[in-house]
C-alpha cells in the first residue's frame, strides 16, 4: 500500500527478462478498485507477443497498455498484423502507448553504425506506434558516465545527429519521449531538450530510475524538466536494485512527487510491475496515489 510516511536500468538483460515473463493473473479485487478509473491516462506494460492473448484481462482491468517492442522482434514483425491489433484495441477502447527496443542501441553513441542501427529501429518503432494508433513512444537516452567517460558532449553530437533523422518520420500527434534511465542528474536531457525545444521530443520522468541512479534531489529534475513532462513510470526500489515495487514499498520520495504532479497538465502515467505476485498491488497502489 502507498505509505503516506513516504517521502514518496539497471541491469538491462534482467530487465528484458523480467519484461517477458509480464504477469496476467488479475484478480476481482483489481476489477473493484479501477472501476472509476480514466482508461485515458493510465498504462500497464506489455510485451508486444502478450497483448492479443490478454484482450480480456487487459479489457476487464480498464487500463491503457503500453506495448514493449524488443529488438530482435522489429526484423520481422508483420505491419498489417499491428495494425489489425491497433484496429482491434481501438474498438474496445484501449489505449496503448510503445516502448521503444533499447538493448545494444545508443541514440548518442559514437561509433556511427551503431546510430546508423538505433536510429531505424526507433524509426521502425515509429511506424508501429503510428500502425497502433498510439499516444506516444517511451524510447531510452542510453547516457552513462562510464560509457562515456563523462564526456556529455560526444553523447549530445550523437543524439542530435539521431534524434534529427528519427524526429522527421514522427507524426506531430504521437509525441517521442525519453526517459531517464543511467543519468545522475538531468544536465544531458536538459541540453537535448534545449536543442530540441520546438520539436515534438518530450521527457519521461521513471521514479525507480531516478531512486537508484540519481545524485541531486527531486526538484532539480521536476522544475526544469517540468514543461517537458509528458509520461511518468511510476515504481519504487530502496536504491540498490531495480527492483520495480508498487508505489510506497521502497525509498523513492512520492509525497513530494504528488505533490508536484497536482501543478502538471494531465500526463500519462505507467506501471511495470515484474512479477506476477506484484500486479495487484501496483495497480491498487497507484489509484491509491493518484486519487
Avoid at 110 to 122: A, G, M, N, P, S
Avoid at 201 to 209: A, I, K, P, S, V
Wanted: aromatic fraction near 10%.
Amino acid at each position: 500500500m502507498y505509505r503516506p510516511s513516504c517521502i514518496v536500468h539497471r541491469a538491462t538483460k534482467h530487465y528484458v527478462t523480467l519484461r517477458i515473463n509480464f504477469p496476467v493473473a488479475l484478480s476481482l479485487l483489481t476489477l473493484y478498485i479501477f472501476t472509476s478509473m480514466s482508461t485515458s491516462e493510465l498504462f500497464i506494460n506489455v510485451p508486444y507477443r502478450m497483448v492479443e492473448k490478454n484482450i480480456k484481462r487487459i479489457l476487464l482491468i480498464r487500463m491503457g497498455i503500453e506495448i514493449y517492442f524488443e529488438n530482435n522482434l522489429l526484423d520481422h514483425i508483420s505491419m498489417d498484423e499491428v495494425r489489425e491489433l491497433g484496429k482491434k484495441l481501438e474498438a474496445l477502447n484501449i489505449a496503448c502507448t510503445v516502448h521503444a527496443p533499447f538493448m545494444d542501441l545508443s541514440p548518442g553513441g559514437y561509433d556511427r553504425q551503431v546510430r546508423h542501427i538505433t536510429r531505424e529501429k526507433l524509426k521502425k518503432t515509429v511506424q508501429l506506434a503510428e500502425a497502433l494508433n498510439a499516444r506516444g513512444v517511451v524510447c531510452h537516452p542510453s547516457y552513462d558516465k562510464w560509457r562515456f567517460d563523462g564526456n556529455e558532449t560526444l553523447w549530445l553530437e550523437g543524439s542530435i545527429d539521431t534524434w534529427t533523422e528519427v524526429l522527421k518520420e514522427v507524426p506531430e500527434h504521437i509525441p517521442v519521449m525519453v526517459e531517464n534511465i543511467f543519468e545522475e542528474k538531468p544536465d544531458t536531457l536538459i541540453a537535448l531538450f534545449d536543442y530540441f525545444h520546438d520539436k515534438n521530443l518530450w521527457f519521461c520522468f521513471d521514479t525507480g530510475h531516478c531512486n537508484l541512479f540519481s545524485t541531486v534531489p527531486l526538484d532539480a529534475w521536476l522544475l526544469p524538466l517540468e514543461k517537458k513532462i509528458r509520461e511518468m513510470h511510476l515504481h519504487d526500489n530502496h536504491g540498490t536494485v531495480d527492483e520495480h515495487l508498487p508505489i510506497g514499498m521502497g525509498t523513492f520520495p512520492f509525497r513530494e512527487l504528488k505533490s508536484f504532479i497536482k501543478k502538471l497538465h494531465p500526463i500519462m502515467f505507467t506501471i511495470e510491475p515484474h512479477g506476477e505476485p506484484r500486479v495487484e498491488e501496483s495497480i491498487k497502489n497507484l489509484k491509491e496515489f493518484l486519487s
